[in-house]
Nanobody, 124 residues
Framework: QVQLVESGGGLVQTGTSLRLSCVGS????????MGWFRQAPGEERAFVGA????????FYVDSVKGRFTISRDNAKNTVYLQMNSLKPEDTAVYYC?????????????????WGKGTLVTVSS
């Protein structure tokens, strides 16, 4: 079992930055690829980006490329989502996810573990 707890959400203005954190506990954090998803009001949960277990690879959806960066510190069992140039359409509950497979981490149906989410609201 892996328990994931997100933090760092809040209310921010358009154009500002926010960094989310996700702390993992339980089984070896460094064995897992980590992903971030988000769910906007009235919409389905959607993939944002992911990072490999060792942190050497990452990928993102087009809508956040160049604005969001995922990093991880395996010594701290923590993965981060740095969000810059935030837009109102980035408003959502953000979830971190863990999966043994970097290939599968973007597949919402294949993810092994989920956090409970943290709300990000971007005001215009």
């Amino acid at each position: 079992q892996v328990q994931l707890v997100e933090s760092g959400g809040g209310l921010v203005q358009t154009g500002t930055s926010l960094r989310l954190s996700c702390v993992g506990s339980g089984r070896s954090f460094s064995d897992y690829a980590m992903g971030w998803f988000r769910q906007a009001p009235g919409e389905e949960r959607a993939f944002v980006g992911a990072i490999s277990a060792y942190g050497d690879r990452s990928f993102y959806v087009d809508s956040v490329k160049g604005r969001f960066t995922i990093s991880r510190d395996n010594a701290k069992n923590t993965v981060y989502l740095q969000m810059n140039s935030l837009k109102p359409e980035d408003t959502a509950v953000y979830y971190c996810a863990a999966d043994k497979s970097f290939i599968n981490i973007g597949n919402i149906r294949a993810v092994d573990y989920w956090g409970k989410g943290t709300l990000v609201t971007v005001s215009s």
